[in-house]
Every structure is written in C-alpha cells, then in structure tokens.
C-alpha cells in the first residue's frame, strides 16, 4: 500500500510568493529507447513525449517531462486519487513494461511537488542555484533538473511566475526549510 | 568554476558535472594474459598533465549521461565537447 504522507504538507505565503505542496499526484518515471514507445504513451496519454531537450508536452490532465534523451517524468495536472493512478499505472505497465518496450515507475512517493507563485520566484531561486533561469522564465513549459540549496530538483514552469519543483522526499523537509527562510528576505 | 556545454541539455554550470577522469582508456581484451605490471599500467595509471587533457564528465545533477570533454588543465579553457563513442573532434 502506497503511503502517501508527507514531510511537508504546508502553505505558505510570503508577500506575493506563495509556497504550497501539492499532493496527491501522480508521477511516473518512463524509461525508453524504443521507437514505438511515443505513440503508445501517445495511444495511452493522448501526449507524445518530447523530445527537444529541456522541454515538456501537456494536456488538460497530464504533463511529460523530459529529463533525459531516454528518460521522462510523467505527472497529473490535478489532484488524482489513488484508484486513478493505479489504474493509469496498470494500464503503462501492461502496454510498456510487460512488453519489454521500455521501463515505467511509480515514483509518486519519490518525489514530493511542491508549487511556487508569485513575481519574486526565480529571486528566490536564483539565491542558490547555478543554473541561468533566463531562458527557462520566458518559455512557458520549460523544464530544467538543477541544484537548488545542493538538492537535486526539477522545476517545471507552467505559466508566467508559476512553476512546479520537484524534489525527493528524504531531501524535501530540508529544502522546505530553507525556501521558507530564504522567503522571509526577498 | 566554469561552464560545460553538456551535448543532452545545454551550457550549465560546473557544480551541476561530476568528472570521470581520463577518456578513451582502452581495456585489454584478455585481461588473464596481461602481467601484473600490466594490468596495473591500464587499472591506475592516468595522465595528470597540464595543458589539453580528453576527459569523461557526467551531468550528475542534470540528465545523468556520461560524455566526453576536451578540456585545458591550465586555463580550464573547454576545446570540444562530444558524447560517448564518438571520435574526438580534434586530433589526440
């Protein structure tokens, strides 16, 4: 049985920043290199994977990001319940995995999602992260995997100063912290 | 500090890279005839010398592929970049 608690489970706001974790939702890591393996996940998701580098594809439920040339990170837009996402999960592996078609997942209690708003996101990040969030700021969709406080993460941006981080578990608590009172002094 | 432009995903910093040492180390095809002198010359021994070195780097904290890098020890200078088994772009 999946436990899906979490470390953080908070909202907050600071200013025009508001922090939340989002929870529950899916996520499931896909692993490929298989040619037919796009117009399965697309048969199945009504989404092709991307391929250009540091991009995601969307529809109204779900998000596929790409995180490496064999790699994505599927994840759903809304709130699910758990039968959903085990329904979902059922019907990739059946199609992909159990078909040796590539490797799916479930990574939902891997990686915890939390959701940063507000004009002062990319100040807040950009106290310690290496990474050049000029280009990623302009292009709705974008996806980069970076350090942020020494935590490996991977931000998704959704819309103009909205984004989605997504950090591991064992490490979220402790980022959590630290986005919390970096927060307090923007 | 200095930028790697990794061949998957684009100019990142270098905190995000983990390097892999000396490139294009060729493992004997029969280890069992080798000598131990040999065997040691090919297990340890690398090039530590300054000026252009053929290194692999992994984007640890990014796409996670290995590639290589020809990279200037004295200045850090970066002359080539090119992913794994492919011929380096300039002459070894």
């Known amino acids: 049985m999946l436990n899906f608690e979490t470390t953080v ?4 706001s600071y200013g025009d920043l508001t922090l939340s974790e989002v929870e529950p939702i899916l996520k499931i890591n896909l692993r490929s290199n298989k040619r037919e393996f796009s117009t399965k996940i697309g048969k199945i998701l009504s989404i092709i994977p991307p391929i250009e580098a ?3 594809s969307s ?6 990001l790409w995180l490496s ?6 994840y759903s837009n809304n709130k699910i319940s758990y039968e959903q996402q085990n329904l979902l999960e059922e019907n990739l592996f059946k199609n992909i995995s159990s078909i040796n078609q590539g490797s799916v997942t479930n990574v939902t209690d891997h990686w915890v999602m939390i959701n940063l708003k507000g004009s002062k996101i990319y100040d807040l990040l950009s106290k310690s992260s290496p990474y050049d969030f000029k280009n990623f700021k302009m292009k709705k969709g974008s996806v980069a995997q970076t ?16 984004l989605n981080l997504f950090v591991r578990r064992s490490f979220s608590e402790d980022l959590w912290l630290w986005i919390n009172d970096s927060a307090r002094f923007l | 500090m200095f930028i790697i432009n990794c061949p998957y995903c684009g100019e990142r910093d270098q905190t995000e890279f983990s390097s892999g040492g000396e490139a294009h180390i060729v493992r004997p095809k029969q280890p069992t005839e080798l000598s131990d002198d040999e065997w040691a010359e090919f297990l340890f021994m690398r090039k530590n010398i300054k000026g252009i070195q053929f290194e692999r780097w992994n984007h640890s ?9 020809v990279r200037d020890t004295s200045n850090d200078k970066i002359h080539a970049v090119y992913k794994m ?6 002459n070894k």
């Open chain 1, 9 to 12: 489970q908070d909202s907050k």
């Open chain 2, 85 to 90: 088994g492919e011929k380096p772009p300039v």
């Open chain 1, 69 to 74: 040339p064999d790699e994505w990170l599927i």
């Open chain 2, 61 to 69: 904290h990014g796409c996670r592929k290995w590639f290589n890098v």
């Open chain 1, 147 to 162: 350090l942020l406080n020494h935590t490996d993460v991977i931000l998704h941006n959704i819309d103009d100063n909205n």
């Open chain 1, 54 to 56: 540091n991009t995601s």
């Open chain 1, 59 to 64: 529809n109204e439920d779900y998000s596929i």
